[in-house]
């Protein structure tokens, strides 16, 4: 029975110690593990682009194309105090080896701090070359070899293109982060295209695949330019020729000059008098005529030239543009301006008025009452009168009664008293 209890102890005890080996190696297994963004050296794996676990290895497949090319000690030490590894580092990796010296690298990132670094470089880079990598996939695929030279050339410009961001950005400093997201991020749809070029194959024009909106602009300028003696195909020759830096620089500054002409307008419309507002429309659509003649004029000219004259001239169209805006801001101002004196000035002669009629009514009122005084006083002067006229008669009155009553207490007779004494002396005799 003492067997048995101690063999039951004995296998109890072991399975502690197994439960405490696995659980031990389970909390090391996890510290050697970082899926976030913000880990420092040592911190173990991390993506660098603040992806879990599922998304870094769907990142880290989509990027295998692409060698761990960081081999500097610093920039390397760097992307380990950033907590920079997997897709992220790869990403660093592949911008490095455009450079011959990986120092505008590491110093650029080193200013920028960890988190630009992170959200502003590395996850727009990434997303660029996992767009970049499917590209490539269909440009091998065996089935699109007869198009392979096309998507090649494609590529290659792309590249090309993406490549002067980054020394704009890293060597040159021409730009800031913010922009460099913008630029880099424009370009992930260029190399997602390369399946719809493969579904539908045509003539590839330098503009064919550009975003819509880039589309809707050149499809513009070719109105412009276009017309019976200038085809469409010389168009898109003259296109063809400038390559896809100087195209997307022509879009961008027709753009730019077209934002001003919107708000041009619209300052123009909100002019309330129509002929100020007509006077203001015709000096806009004399400068519209004037650009769009510049334009053609260029596409008249050798490539070079044209891309210096429209790019050369920008400036000076998008700032006349500016000014046909600002004058009619101006006149509306103006407008507004005359519209509130107008106002202020009715204002003042309403209270003007408000204030001769208050000036009248108080006169009126004075005078009314200067009227009733006068009555007031006449009616007491007459008052005073009456009862003078009264007092006076009474006081006559009382005089006569006194001077009657003086009269009797000196013997004068009175009226009937003769008679009475005759009747006294009368009875006397007898």
Not at 321 to 328: D, W
Request: aromatic letters at 6%.
């Amino acid at each position: 029975m003492l067997k048995i209890k101690c063999f039951s102890l004995l296998l109890v005890l072991i399975l502690l110690l197994l439960l405490f080996i696995s659980c031990d190696s389970g909390s090391k297994a996890g510290a050697g593990t970082n899926t976030g963004a913000g880990g420092g050296a040592g911190s173990g794996t991390n993506t660098g682009v603040g992806a879990g676990g599922g998304a870094e290895l769907k990142d880290e497949d989509e990027l295998a194309y692409l060698e761990d090319k960081v081999i500097d000690p610093e920039l390397m030490a760097l992307l380990d105090q950033f907590g920079v590894s997997g897709p992220g580092r790869k990403a660093i990796g592949y911008i490095g080896g455009k450079f011959r010296d990986s120092g505008d690298v590491h110093k650029r990132l080193n200013a920028l701090g960890a988190d630009v670094v992170i959200e502003k470089i590395i996850k727009p880079t990434v997303s660029l070359l996992k767009a970049r990598g499917e590209a490539l996939k269909v440009k091998e695929d065996p089935t699109n070899e007869s198009i392979k030279t096309r998507l090649q050339d494609m590529l290659n410009r792309y590249d090309t293109l993406v490549e002067s961001v980054w020394h704009d950005f890293f060597h040159n400093r021409l730009i800031e982060e913010d922009m460099f997201v913008e630029s880099v991020t424009y370009y992930v749809p260029k190399f997602s295209k390369f399946k719809e070029m493969v579904k539908h194959p045509r003539v590839i024009d330098v503009y064919a695949w550009l975003d819509a909106d880039d589309c809707v602009i050149i499809d513009e300028i070719e109105k412009i330019v276009v017309n019976a003696t200038y085809d469409q195909d010389r168009f898109n020759n003259m296109l063809n020729s400038l390559g896809d830096a100087n195209v997307i620089a022509i879009i961008k500054i027709y753009r730019d000059i077209k934002i001003e002409q919107g708000e041009a307008l619209k300052a123009i419309d909100s002019i309330s008098d129509d002929i100020v507002k007509q006077a203001y429309q015709d000096r806009f659509n004399t400068l519209q005529g004037e650009y769009d003649s510049h334009i053609r004029d260029a596409f008249n000219k050798a490539s070079g030239e044209l891309y210096a004259q429209i790019i050369g001239n920008g400036d000076k169209y998008r700032n006349d543009f500016i000014g046909s805006r600002n004058n009619a801001r101006a006149a509306k101002f103006d407008e507004e301006a005359a519209a509130a004196a107008k106002e202020a000035k009715e204002a003042e002669e309403a209270a003007a008025a408000a204030e001769r009629a208050k000036e009248a009514k108080e006169a009126e009122a004075a005078k009314a009452a200067e009227a009733a005084k006068r009555a007031k006083e006449a009616k007491e002067a007459e008052a005073a009168a009456a009862a003078k006229r009264a007092k006076e008669a009474k006081e006559a009155e009382a005089a006569a009664a006194a001077k009657v009553e003086e009269s009797t207490e000196a013997g004068e007779p009175r009226e009937g008293s003769g008679t009475d004494e005759e009747s006294g002396a009368t009875g006397s005799g007898s």
